[in-house]
């Protein structure tokens, strides 16, 4: 009986072995299949557009950079209890304009380094993180104008070049760090400054844009007398850059030199045929390294407040990505995941704060209320960044500054996290606060909202109580935006 078994399970292994190789054969003539008609697709495809782009392109009117509602914040904090007499004015304004809503054209700043170029590859420094990309010296295409047939030439030399090991090395650099969106637009275009001695601007430009739609991002280039620009749509508002609209979506112009906004400005209608995603500027993943990456920070202001040192790690590559991420709204920031080493680290020292004392949830909201007051120093984006700036989580703890816009993001991510409160931002003219859901008997100014009683919670009103509107705002109503 015992042999009849084993011979059964051999000849059964024997047939499953047969299976498997069958279906991975299966599979494999599949993949190769399904590769060979992806790219004669894209062949297709490139074939077509490069047909398509010899076509007069139309003129399209320019718009200056969106600003910001929300406006710069105040110079310094406010303290509670503070004699304000001396201050010139108190201008009590409510929110004016559209929260979801002529600034010059920007020049791009280098947030990746070139440290070599040799015949088929380039080595790039991203955020600190080095990697050797393959690069076709067939890539490199010839002088080109910013007329419609030379860029259709230009077209048809990348794509008859061998682009795709580039594009799979791109692809592969960004899966292994879990990069965002914004970072591949870089990382695209340092490649391209590494290519192209720094006067081949109408090469760089193209190339960035036959590399991210490749990589089916929406991307179009623009011109403006005979200088390329390269136009990104996003998917998130983003402000201080110029745009033009194509009846469909805002497309954000991004150059290396100042365009002479004299000149008429010319594009294209549709863009390339298999792309179809726009730059996502929510977080969804940080940037992942390994512990050598990180730097650890004690937070010397918090020691007083929690009775004993403070340490968080810091995230440099993710501190470097966010140096020159395009200014959004405060949603953006407010939907991106914070760095998961320093969300451990930060909950933690609350968790056991909040546990050991047993603090209720007025008490709770309270200290963490008092540690984003007490815990940062105060400094307006101005005074940073000489621009305007709204920092991501991670960058405050890097900084150990921040403002009002700042100091929300962390108290909603703190009482969400730890309390798992719904909160509200209270929107004014140059200063946000924050509304916390907190039971009735926990008094103080609030809002209702949605049938919601959301407390005033400010922690920009340094040694404010739970409840305390600042002064100049104290007969204004905000704008109560959901976060």
Not at 26 to 52: G, I, L, Q, T, V
Request: charged share 20%.
């Amino acid at each position: 009986m015992k042999q009849r078994l084993l011979l059964l399970f051999v000849v059964l292994s024997f047939s499953l072995d047969i299976v498997a190789q069958n279906d991975a054969k299966s599979f494999a003539e599949y993949y190769s299949k399904s590769s060979n008609d992806f790219n004669e697709m894209r062949n297709k495809a490139n074939a077509e557009f490069a047909d398509y782009l010899k076509q007069a392109w139309e003129e399209f009117q320019v718009s200056m950079g969106k600003v910001d509602p929300l406006g710069n914040v105040p110079d310094k904090p406010e303290y509670y209890g503070e004699d304000l007499s001396y201050y010139p004015s108190l201008p009590a304004i409510p929110f004016c304009g559209d929260f979801f809503s002529g600034a010059e054209f920007p020049i791009i700043t280098d947030a990746i380094s070139v440290s070599e170029m040799d015949a088929e590859s380039v080595s790039i420094d991203c955020f600190g993180i080095s990697t050797t990309i393959p690069y076709s010296s067939s890539l490199r295409i010839s002088r080109i104008s910013a007329k419609e047939q030379d860029v259709s030439q230009g077209w048809s030399a990348l794509s008859n070049a061998n682009f795709m090991p580039t594009v799979q090395a791109i692809e592969s650099f960004r899966n292994k760090y879990k990069f965002g969106d914004w970072a591949v637009y870089n990382i695209v275009k340092t490649i391209t400054d590494a290519v192209y001695v720094p006067e081949h601007i109408n090469e760089k430009i193209l190339t960035q844009m036959f590399f991210l739609s490749q990589m089916k991002y929406k991307v179009k280039v623009g011109a403006a007398g005979n200088q390329l620009v390269l136009l990104l749509p996003f998917s998130s508002q983003i402000y201080q850059v110029p745009y033009i609209n194509d009846s469909k979506d805002d497309y954000y112009m991004f150059s290396y030199e100042r365009v002479n906004s004299q000149d008429p400005f010319y594009s294209f209608g549709d863009g390339f045929a298999i792309a179809e995603n726009k730059i996502e500027l929510v977080i969804e993943t940080p940037i992942s390294v390994s512990d050598d990456f990180y730097q650890l920070k004690m937070l010397s202001k918090w020691e007083p407040l929690f009775g004993e040192s403070v340490a968080v790690p810091l995230n440099i590559p993710d501190v470097k990505f966010y140096l020159e991420y395009p200014q959004s709204d405060m949603l953006t920031y407010h939907s991106s995941k914070v760095d998961i080493e320093l969300r451990r680290a930060v909950l933690k020292a609350f968790k056991y704060k909040l546990i050991k004392e047993d603090m209720s949830t007025e008490q709770a909201v309270s200290f963490m209320l008092k540690v984003v007051q007490k815990g940062f120093d105060y400094k307006s984006d101005i005074e940073m960044f000489g621009r305007t700036k709204p920092l991501f989580v991670e960058e405050s703890f890097f900084y150990g500054s921040n403002n009002c816009k700042d100091r929300v993001l962390i108290l909603s991510w703190l009482v969400k996290e730890l309390l798992g409160l719904d909160v509200v931002a209270f929107l004014y003219q140059g200063h946000v606060a924050l509304g916390i859901n907190l039971p009735d008997e926990i008094k103080g100014d609030s809002y209702m909202y949605k049938g919601k009683r959301y407390v005033m919670c400010d922690p920009t009103y340094i040694g404010a109580p739970i409840g305390a509107t600042m002064t100049m705002f104290r007969n204004v109503q905000p704008q109560i935006v959901e976060i």
